[in-house]
């Protein structure tokens, strides 16, 4: 295979997967939204219960005691509580790739010259207030870990 198609392919297979990782991202949140939302605090209370039960009944001298349960719903909970952390960073890794990619257009933008006819007269640069615009990706990942 020739070395340009070779790069054609590498370049639409990065083409998909950045399409992948939207679809991935986007499904994500809506996971997230779903989850939060279907826990309500008489559905928390009946799981606890139910799983109190559960490990009541299994209880094997020596193999599940009371203390072991504690510790691997413990590590559940962390290790889901990582993983909503990393994805957080990936949304906010991201964000600021945009960011950049807005930023170096709009300085493409600038340094050509425009005609002297096209040019506008100097304005002002609006102001965006900060709530308007939003909060920052390392900021939305702060408050995206806190949850």
């Given at each position: 295979m020739?070395?340009?198609?070779?790069?054609?392919?590498?370049k639409r297979?990065?083409?998909?997967?950045?399409?992948?990782i939207?679809?991935?991202?986007?499904?994500w949140?809506?996971?997230?939204?779903?989850?939060?939302?279907?826990?309500s605090?008489?559905r928390?209370?009946?799981?606890?219960l139910?799983g109190?039960?559960?490990?009541?009944?299994?209880?094997?001298?020596?193999?599940?005691?009371?203390?072991?349960?504690?510790?691997?719903?413990?590590?559940?909970?962390?290790?889901?509580?990582s993983?909503?952390a990393?994805?957080?960073t990936?949304?906010?890794?991201?964000?600021?790739?945009t960011?950049?990619?807005?930023?170096?257009?709009?300085?493409?933008?600038?340094?050509q010259?425009a005609?002297?006819?096209?040019?506008?007269?100097?304005?002002?640069?609006?102001?965006v207030?900060?709530?308007?615009?939003?909060?920052?990706?390392?900021?939305?990942?702060?408050?995206?870990?806190?949850?």
């Open positions: 020739k070395f340009g198609a070779l790069q054609r392919r590498v297979c990065e083409q998909v997967m950045a399409v992948r939207g679809e991935t991202q986007d499904n949140g809506v996971l997230s939204q779903v989850w939060r939302q279907g826990w605090p008489l928390i209370v009946l799981v606890g139910a109190g039960f559960i490990a009541g009944k299994l209880e094997v001298p020596g193999k599940v005691n009371g203390a072991r349960w504690l510790q691997m719903v413990g590590s559940v909970s962390s290790l889901f509580a993983a909503q990393a994805f957080a990936v949304v906010a890794a991201q964000a600021a790739e960011a950049d990619d807005a930023a170096d257009q709009t300085d493409e933008a600038t340094e010259p005609p002297a006819a096209a040019r506008p007269a100097a304005q002002p640069a609006p102001t207030d900060t709530e308007l615009r939003g909060p920052r990706p390392a900021e939305a990942a702060t408050e995206m870990s806190e949850r």
